[in-house]
């Protein structure tokens, strides 16, 4: 029964999955994947990300995503920055194992506006391959049901091979950001927003397996904002955040808030010393799923670990069940002396 009901939810959504790209819940931990305007758009010289889910293992076989990336500043001053940065994702969906490995890089100018507020723009370029397994044995086809079940001995009756294949990609984005600090170290009183818009896919590149089919991969907008308020005189910040896109047939929505809790002061001085933050919260992504999140951040380090908890029409065979996430994020202390007029969200 478990797979009869995933069969027909599989075929109902089966539109809107052949159109998406990877997504992880913890959006605002793979700030690059998001929009190449956000390379260097953080308090420091340099920020190394990795990112992991592992997703609907209690319906099939998993689901699983890696994603690394890495930026940094260049030629910068109080006004003027400008950012550098490389990522790198895999997945594998199914017995199959289709998936995609892209590598990417990306460039991204920065102008202080005020102050308090400035603007970015970014570029990427990609390469990326689609790829299934080499094993046969683990495709199935129409062919090889005798009548009573699948039978492994009858010809698939299948012409074409399935190749893999490999593809260039486009990017661009902006971000917006305004905000400013504390008073004074233990004031809590800082206030930032940030709002960023990209479009992914630009050159829409041909999506087939066959020689002698063609489909284009849907271009993509993202709209993403986020913002980081302190209570006065506390040690709590609230940081609500969402992640909207549209992809062809596909969109998704994701919308909630972390709450942080200030656990050490920072040092303004030598900035070796970071400050400390734990934090939980929640998301809703729109008609699919609730997501617990948690994470710690010290001495540069921040772990994020969430879980969903599957709301869609799988959740019959999932029992809600939907998958576990992993972030970890490293910023080492900063060396540069204009590093303090980026606004100080996480």
Not at 45 to 66: G, L
Not at 140 to 169: C, H, K, M, R, S
Not at 208 to 215: C, I, L, Q, T, V
Not at 281 to 298: C, M, N, P, Q, V
């Amino acid at each position: 029964m478990k797979k009869i009901i995933l069969i027909i939810a599989l075929a109902a959504t089966q539109s809107l999955i052949k159109a998406q790209d990877i997504h992880f819940s913890q959006f605002y931990n793979a700030p690059l994947l998001l929009n190449p305007a956000m390379v260097g758009i953080f308090n420091g010289d340099h920020r190394a990300q990795i990112n992991y889910k592992d997703q609907w293992r209690s319906v099939a076989a998993p689901y699983k995503t890696f994603a690394a990336s890495y930026d940094t500043r260049i030629m910068y001053s109080n006004v003027d920055k400008f950012g550098i940065g490389a990522s790198f994702f895999s997945d594998a969906a199914g017995d199959l194992k289709m998936g995609t490995n892209q590598f990417n890089i990306m460039a991204s100018y920065q102008k202080q506006l005020t102050p308090e507020m400035g603007f970015a723009f970014g570029i990427e370029g990609s390469i990326a391959q689609k790829k299934l397994s080499s094993d046969v044995s683990l495709q199935q086809w129409g062919n090889q049901y005798d009548g009573t079940a699948y039978n492994p001995n009858l010809p698939t009756g299948e012409v074409n091979t399935i190749d893999n294949f490999t593809f260039g990609d486009f990017t661009v984005g902006t971000v917006w950001n305004y905000g400013y600090n504390e008073k004074y170290i233990t004031a809590n009183d800082q206030f930032n927003i940030q709002l960023g818009l990209a479009y992914h896919h630009l050159n829409r590149p041909k999506q087939s397996f066959w020689a002698d089919k063609s489909e284009k991969l849907y271009s993509k907008i993202v709209f993403h904002g986020l913002s980081s308020i302190g209570l006065s005189n506390t040690n709590t910040s609230i940081v609500p955040q969402f992640m909207y896109f549209n992809q062809g047939p596909a969109q998704e929505l994701n919308l909630g808030t972390m709450f942080k809790f200030k656990l050490q002061e920072g040092s303004q001085h030598t900035m070796w010393i970071k400050e400390a933050f734990a934090g939980v919260g929640g998301f809703y992504r729109w008609k699919d799923s609730f997501i617990l999140a948690t994470a710690l951040e010290f001495q540069g380090y921040a772990l994020g670990i969430s879980y969903d908890l599957n709301t869609s029409n799988l959740k019959e065979a999932s029992k809600l069940r939907g998958g576990i996430e992993f972030s970890l994020r490293y910023i080492p202390p900063p060396v540069s002396r204009f590093y303090g007029k980026t606004p100080r969200i996480r």
